[in-house]
């Protein structure tokens, strides 16, 4: 066999520590960390997609219900931005790095030889897995407790950024969590001394929305602004 983890009880014993939680089922935990590759080249192995799908409803489950309860004064758009920020892929794979899961994950050859072990998406995939895992295995306030340790001070940290309300910046986060790149385009007209900035902020080749300012700095923050009140359906000031 290619891949890593032949043995899923030394797994269970080094992710104890990082979740404060041991997993009994062995079962899960291997196909948690059991990347299709692997199980292409290993037909009796169990790969984690169908964990992967399970984890990521339940991470946002568990998001949700910490956002709902230590954010009362918060809009249904400024916690959909919030979480957006957290379970993006980025935001994921930093957390399957800080669990040291990248040499448990069972790889194919092919993957192995191409970086796999290091991607993004294939840390955040585990990650969700692993909660699906945590989920089957001791309910939904084991969850909510590691949630609590990893992803709260994620949301503290951009709950309380001073820049709070850099809309580029949490557009961004919005985008990058959808797979999605984002560019901006700036004309100005005016005469010199009275310039006017028209900013129009695309995604995938798709135009967002398009702002104004009295610099290009505020004419694109005022783009990303329209985008964002489009996503969250109302507006996004404070």
């Not at 990082?18 to 079962?27: E, F, G, M």
């Not at 980025?90 to 796999?116: C, D, H, Q, Y």
Request: charged residues 25%; hydrophobic residues 35%; aromatic residues 6%.
């Amino acid at each position: 066999m290619s891949g890593m983890v032949s043995d899923p009880e030394g797994a269970a014993e080094r992710l104890e520590s990082a979740l404060s939680y041991r997993i009994s089922d062995d079962t899960l935990l291997a196909a948690a960390l059991t990347h299709g590759s692997f199980a292409s080249e290993n037909p009796t192995c169990s790969d984690y997609q169908r964990l992967e799908f399970l984890g990521d409803a339940v991470l946002e489950v568990a998001v949700t219900r910490y956002l709902y309860e230590q954010f009362p004064t918060s809009t249904e758009g400024e916690m959909t931005l919030l979480r957006a920020g957290v379970v993006s892929e980025p935001a994921l794979a930093s957390v399957a790095r800080e669990w040291g899961i990248s040499e448990l994950i069972r790889l194919g050859r092919g993957e192995e030889s191409t970086g796999g072990r290091d991607k993004n998406s294939i840390l955040s995939d585990v990650v969700e897995s692993l909660l699906a895992v945590v989920y089957l295995d001791g309910g939904i306030e084991r969850v909510e407790q590691i949630v609590l340790e990893y992803w709260a001070p994620m949301i503290a940290a951009r709950a309380g950024t001073p820049g709070g309300r850099d809309y580029k910046t949490r557009l961004q986060e919005v985008l990058v969590a959808d797979g999605r790149d984002v560019e901006y385009s700036v004309t100005e007209t005016g005469p010199q001394h009275a310039r006017e900035f028209t900013a129009t902020v695309r995604s995938s080749g798709d135009d967002l929305a398009t702002g104004t300012g009295t610099s290009k700095k505020r004419a694109e923050q005022d783009a990303a602004r329209l985008a964002l009140q489009g996503f969250a359906g109302r507006s996004v000031d404070q």
